[in-house]
């Protein structure tokens, strides 16, 4: 048995390729790879206008997705999310600046942040899984203490919270 491809597909409400270019803008090596358009086919059960985009296919650092322009029926929750693993404090700010920038402010807790489309994103360092590792049990609840109070995850708060 072969190895499937596995593609999230996201469902929005005519955004898709302004969706699919906003992500490829901040993601390195990434690109929109196709767009297709709504034709008169199946009109009647999709009610959108011929011409108008169906769906773009785009990857964000080599990783596929398909943006599809379903209508309003479907929202996003956080119920899933994307997880991106940031190296240093540095790469923390900017996908927290750049993916936060028109979201949602209330839905900011723990590294996860909601997107301008309602898209839920954990914006992680790599650190956090180190830290996170600590075979000290007291000094892993204080960081978890730590991180429940803060939007952003910040690096050096986490690092003096695991140090007591």
């Not at 597909?9 to 992500?23: P, R």
């Not at 899984?129 to 600590?134: F, T, V």
Request: glycine share 8%.
């Amino acid at each position: 048995m072969s190895v499937s491809k596995i593609t999230p597909c996201l469902w929005f409400d005519g955004q898709a390729q302004e969706a699919a270019e906003y992500y490829t803008s901040i993601f390195p090596n990434s690109k929109i790879t196709k767009v297709q358009h709504y034709t008169d086919a199946g009109h009647e059960a999709h009610h959108q206008r011929a011409g108008a985009v169906l769906i773009v296919a785009f990857e964000l650092n080599g990783q596929s997705f398909t943006a599809l322009n379903g209508g309003p029926q479907f929202k996003f929750s956080a119920a899933v999310s994307f997880h991106v693993d940031c190296k240093d404090q540095d790469e923390v700010d900017y996908y927290w600046d750049k993916l936060g920038e028109g979201g949602d402010e209330a839905k900011r807790q723990c590294g996860w942040l909601a997107d301008k489309f309602g898209l839920s994103w954990q914006i992680v360092p790599t650190a956090l899984k180190e830290i996170m590792a600590d075979k000290d049990v007291e000094k892993v609840k204080k960081v978890t203490e730590a991180m429940m109070k803060m939007r952003k995850l910040e690096i050096a708060e986490l690092k003096r919270a695991l140090e007591g």
